[in-house]
């Protein structure tokens, strides 16, 4: 095995640890936590090395980027999660080639992956990506405007689409307390959703990543988004697959 593959199998040996004393000391079981492995930016022999210690579950947030390594990546068992914000132009694409969406944030964005949906055949699990901190340095929908974008998701009646649940991104340098009051919000809004409309468009909560990510598996997540802690520290532009 060569230095980065078993570097990778180490790392994610420890984050799987981690996640299952988090999960422990929450009372939870650590099998309805899924890890997305955020590979953006890491080259094509970075994901090879994560699959072969077992983990299948990706996150990318680039098209471009994702395509290029799902290219040359063939495997049945992985399942790829679009992470990043998305340019509505972007948007038929995704359902074809990811199986989730974190970042559902306009009614238009969700037309053309109801689009794209159609013509691929396909169904595409979305999360609604929600500012749940008022970062105004974030996207995502303001957690007011949450209860109205569902009605009209819902009413909208798009196919192909599955809504699932809410997203959010923990502020970088926020303290341990005010991330957890985040998450909790969020928590806390995934449930006020599922009991306003149907619990099934609400069983999935994306919070925490390599920094905040136990914190998360308090506060209720059943997906965390961790890459720099598997992977090293990420270079600043996508590699070069053309
Ligand atoms: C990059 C990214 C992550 C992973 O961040 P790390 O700190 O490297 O674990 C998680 N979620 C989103 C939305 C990201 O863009």
Same mark, same amino acid.
């Given at each position: 095995?060569?230095?980065?593959?078993?570097?990778?199998?180490?790392?994610?040996?420890?984050?799987?640890?981690?996640?299952?004393?988090?999960?422990?000391?929450?009372?939870?079981?650590?099998?309805?936590?899924? =890890?997305? &492995?955020?590979?953006? +930016?890491?080259?094509? *022999?970075?994901?090879?090395? #994560?699959?072969?210690? $077992?983990?299948?579950?990706?996150?990318?947030?680039?098209?471009?980027?994702?395509?290029?390594?799902?290219?040359?990546?063939?495997?049945?068992?992985?399942?790829?999660?679009?992470?990043?914000?998305?340019?509505?132009?972007?948007?038929?694409?995704?359902?074809?080639?990811?199986?989730?969406?974190?970042?559902?944030?306009?009614?238009?964005?969700?037309?053309?992956?109801?689009?794209?949906?159609?013509?691929?055949?396909?169904?595409?699990?979305?999360?609604?990506?929600?500012?749940?901190?008022?970062?105004?340095?974030?996207?995502? =929908?303001? &957690?007011?405007?949450? +209860?109205?974008?569902? *009605?009209?998701?819902?009413? #909208?009646?798009?196919? $192909?689409?599955?809504?699932?649940?809410?997203?959010?991104?923990?502020?970088?340098?926020?303290?341990?307390?005010?991330?957890?009051?985040?998450?909790?919000?969020?928590?806390?809004?995934?449930?006020?959703?599922?009991?306003?409309?149907?619990?099934?468009?609400?069983?999935?909560?994306?919070?925490?990543?390599?920094?905040?990510?136990?914190?998360?598996?308090?506060?209720?997540?059943?997906?965390?988004?961790?890459?720099?802690?598997?992977?090293?520290?990420?270079?600043?532009?996508?590699?070069?697959?053309?």
């Amino acid at each position: 095995m060569s230095l980065l593959s078993s570097n990778i199998k180490i790392n994610l040996g420890s984050i799987r640890e981690r996640m299952q004393d988090a999960a422990t000391r929450a009372g939870r079981n650590v099998g309805d936590i899924r =890890l997305v &492995a955020v590979t953006k +930016y890491m080259p094509a *022999e970075y994901v090879q090395a #994560a699959m072969s210690a $077992g983990q299948h579950c990706f996150g990318e947030n680039t098209l471009q980027d994702a395509l290029g390594k799902q290219a040359l990546l063939h495997n049945p068992l992985n399942e790829w999660h679009f992470i990043g914000h998305l340019q509505s132009n972007k948007a038929k694409s995704i359902p074809e080639n990811f199986a989730w969406l974190h970042t559902l944030d306009s009614l238009k964005l969700a037309s053309k992956l109801s689009a794209g949906a159609t013509r691929s055949q396909r169904t595409l699990n979305v999360l609604l990506q929600v500012n749940i901190a008022d970062d105004p340095d974030k996207f995502g =929908l303001p &957690a007011a405007s949450v +209860y109205a974008f569902v *009605e009209d998701l819902l009413g #909208a009646g798009l196919y $192909g689409i599955r809504l699932r649940g809410l997203m959010a991104i923990g502020r970088r340098n926020d303290s341990p307390e005010a991330t957890r009051a985040n998450f909790a919000a969020l928590r806390e809004l995934g449930e006020a959703c599922a009991a306003r409309f149907d619990a099934r468009h609400f069983s999935e909560l994306s919070m925490g990543m390599s920094n905040d990510f136990e914190i998360a598996i308090a506060e209720g997540a059943t997906m965390i988004r961790v890459g720099s802690s598997i992977f090293g520290q990420r270079p600043t532009a996508a590699p070069d697959y053309s």
